[in-house]
């Protein structure tokens, strides 16, 4: 498609999670179908685009640095910025010298369509030498959020992220997000199935399926997450998938049994718990209590008994005392699960957590994550430890420049190939012999035989 934009360069930058990164990939698509090509990195781009993040204060704040900096390194650029901090603070970004274009989270996916009309008035202002930027801001309230940005974005040369659902109707006390993203909704079973189906046929053994509240998919077509799993399952070519966080009330038991006989789903999750705290959760309004989640680990661990599990945990809440601190650092204790992905409270703007009176300090916040922090290291190695001299599938990433090559086996360890003789084994799963740590402790030493050579070459 020709379009004005022909031959101009533009550069991306994305803030936050993995789903931005997935979208910000969308967009770059649609540019690159449109003429403009990536600038390189040394390359002065006609064209700025940052998808932001606003998850935390330090968010906002590391928003506001990268949109500076990316001013500064391509002057006279159009910049354009999107994302979740655009849609809550469109009239702070839109102010900041430079900036012309502030689109929210229902713009983003017309970010083509923008960019050229405004494109002509850019060029005349810059032929004009006195370039002025164009502080404009095109946003609609949240209610009216509704549609979805589908995407597929490429991770490292085997890893693709598929997003499958966008928005949450949750309303935690503390998250921001429904406030950023809108109410849920989702792409059809059958264009998810076309996108993996792509990813297929562009080399991609392995997809992280990504969202904001993916268990809750379904909301604009009537399907579920459970039709999803087994449509996904279906496509022949992807050898691996993983589902991104789950909300632990999302994941059913028909879901973990599916995994556990399924042909391409990974024994890997990752479930938000947030606290181990029961009172901590009423305050969160979160939609289980500690029993309900110790039995969905419980079940995990009973149908896929090796599964690595990855669970999100929130230290320092408004309302978090020390007494509940304690409640939840013993459940976390407890619980027989693979690693803790430990985050700090932030205060955000508008959300019902402000309302909750005990407010907890930085130095408490510290050291309640460096308690957890510690907690998971022990349980990540335990976890690790216990699988030394086991044999497991792992997809082989690309080889390092100091020769080693590194993956992940089939239940999420990381894993480190010595050189493999000339035997090349990027981009393949491979049965390996898990043995011990290497050099950093990062990963586990794979051991490859004679035999699996023989078999891969
Ligand atoms: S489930 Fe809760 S924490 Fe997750 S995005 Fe929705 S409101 Fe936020």
């Known amino acids: 498609m020709e379009t004005i934009l022909q031959n101009k360069t533009a550069t991306y930058l994305t803030l936050g999670c993995k789903l931005n990164f997935a979208e910000t990939s969308a967009l770059g698509d649609r540019l690159t179908e449109a003429g403009v090509r990536r600038a390189k990195e040394s390359e002065v781009a006609d064209i700025c685009i940052i998808n932001t993040c606003s998850v935390t204060e330090t968010s906002d704040h590391k928003c506001r640095q990268a949109i500076h900096r990316m001013i500064r390194q391509h002057p006279g650029a159009f910049v354009v910025v999107t994302g979740c901090y655009a849609q809550l603070s ?71 992220f598929l997003k499958v659902q966008d928005g949450c109707n949750y309303f935690c006390t503390y998250c921001t997000i429904p406030y950023a993203r809108g109410r849920s909704r989702n792409g059809s079973i059958a264009d998810l199935v076309r996108q993996a189906e792509h990813a297929v046929e562009l080399g991609g053994q392995e997809i992280v399926i990504t969202g904001v509240n993916i268990g809750d998919f379904g909301h604009s077509t009537g399907e579920t997450f459970f039709d999803l799993v087994q449509a996904l399952d279906r496509v022949e070519g992807i050898s691996r998938y993983r589902i991104s966080s789950i909300e632990p009330n999302l994941l059913t038991e028909e879901i973990i049994d599916f995994c556990a006989q399924s042909r ?22 979160r939609r289980y209590d500690t029993a309900f989640f110790r039995g969905r680990i419980d079940y995990i661990k009973k149908v896929l008994p090796d599964a690595f599990i990855g669970v999100d945990v929130i230290v320092g809440t408004r309302g978090e005392t020390d007494e509940f601190f304690e409640d939840a650092y013993r459940f976390c204790s407890e619980i027989d699960v693979s690693q803790f992905h430990v985050f700090s409270y932030s205060e955000r703007p508008g959300t019902a957590a402000l309302r909750i009176p005990h407010k907890v300090s930085e130095a408490t916040k510290h050291e309640r994550s460096q308690r957890l922090i510690a907690l998971s290291e022990k349980k990540h190695r335990a976890f690790y430890e216990k699988h030394i001299g086991t044999v497991h599938p792992a997809l082989m990433e690309h080889t390092h420049h100091d020769k080693t090559v590194r993956g992940f086996t089939d239940n999420y360890i990381r894993v480190e190939l010595p050189q493999t003789g000339g035997t090349s084994t990027d981009n393949r799963i491979i049965p390996v012999r898990l043995g011990a740590f290497n050099a950093d402790n990062s990963a586990l030493t794979a051991i490859i035989t004679e035999q699996n050579i023989e078999k891969h070459e």
Not at 101 to 130: F, M
Request: hydrophobic share 40%; charged share 25%.
């Open 264 to 285: 391409a789903f990974m024994p890997h999750f990752h479930i938000p718990l947030q606290s181990g705290s029961d009172d901590v959760l009423r305050l969160m309004h």
């Open 90 to 160: 469109a009239q702070v970004i839109a102010q900041m010298d430079g900036v012309d274009l502030v689109l929210g989270i229902e713009q983003k996916g017309d970010i083509l369509k923008y960019i050229v009309e405004r494109w002509p008035l850019h060029e005349a202002q810059h032929d004009s030498n006195c370039a002025k930027s164009l502080h404009e801001t095109i946003a609609v309230p949240l209610k009216d959020i509704r549609t979805f940005v589908p995407s597929c974005s490429r991770g490292e040369r085997t890893r693709y």
